[in-house]
């Protein structure tokens, strides 16, 4: 396990699917986390978790992440989980669920990313931010116009994020999942009738853990990584090999 105790890092989407395995693997690492998502109860139960501290925030809202952000100490990471996914076919797209999309997945990101940014540098930290991209930035996905936009999007940003960034020493990277076994995961990959055809054209034939995308993420956080920036990392089983 990727050694991080001590260090302060924020996830975002962290009440649910991947964000919460994040959030876990990272308290058994030994870090405190700062977790933002949504759903009152969710985020009481986090807030019982020790060394973690939960708060509900719109991602996409530039005056509450910086309030948020400015209550923060120094710390040492951001992982940017939030996200959404509304799917429609290409000819049918609507306008305001692209915009749903965007506004979430990358607007959020990116607003998350400045702020915690600006921290980091403030503070004379050498941090690490770590985007939640998706195997959907590499491959095309009928019916996952926006969502696929928004990812694409977000590994360009990670690249110019690298580059910029660098000369403050914070490393920036991405991580692109392919289909993960969240409790949303189950259900939408339930039936056979549409998994068997992405499991066939994938080299070792199952879908991913949620901590099996935790744990690259924690390598990328972490130290172990320190020369490592401007990548988007598949965690995919090979899918997008083809």
């Known amino acids: 396990m ?16 991947i964000g919460r395995a994040i959030v876990d693997e990272l308290l058994k690492s030994g870090t405190y986390v700062y977790g ?21 925030l719109d991602v996409t809202n530039e005056k509450e ?9 120094g710390v040492d990471g951001l992982v940017n989980s ?6 429609e076919p290409v000819l049918e797209f609507k306008k305001e669920s692209l915009e749903k999309v965007l506004g979430v997945n990358l607007i959020g990101t990116l607003i998350m990313s400045r702020e915690i940014a600006k921290s980091m540098i403030k503070n004379k930290i050498a941090g690490s ?5 998706s195997q959907a930035s590499i491959i095309g996905l009928k019916e996952h116009l926006s969502y696929c936009s928004s990812k694409g999007a977000i590994d360009s940003a990670t690249m110019v994020m690298c580059m910029e960034l660098g000369e403050y020493n914070i490393r920036v990277n991405a991580v692109n999942p392919t289909v993960t076994m969240t409790a949303m995961g189950k259900m939408a990959w339930s039936d056979p009738a549409k998994s068997k055809p992405v499991l066939d054209a994938m080299p070792l034939g199952r879908f991913a853990e949620p901590e099996e995308i935790a744990r690259p993420v924690l390598f990328l956080l972490s130290n172990d990584a320190s020369m490592i920036s401007g990548v988007a990392l598949p965690v995919d089983g090979g899918y997008t090999i083809q």
């Open 129 to 133: 931010i770590v985007n939640l991209s």
């Open 36 to 56: 933002v998502g949504f759903g009152e109860d969710v985020i009481a139960e986090l807030n019982n978790l020790e060394n973690c501290e939960a708060v509900e």
């Open 2 to 17: 990727a050694n991080l105790a001590g260090k302060k890092i924020v996830v975002t989407g962290a009440t649910s699917g």
């Open 82 to 87: 939030a996200g959404i996914s509304i799917l």
């Open 65 to 73: 992440v910086e309030r948020f952000v400015a209550t923060l100490p």
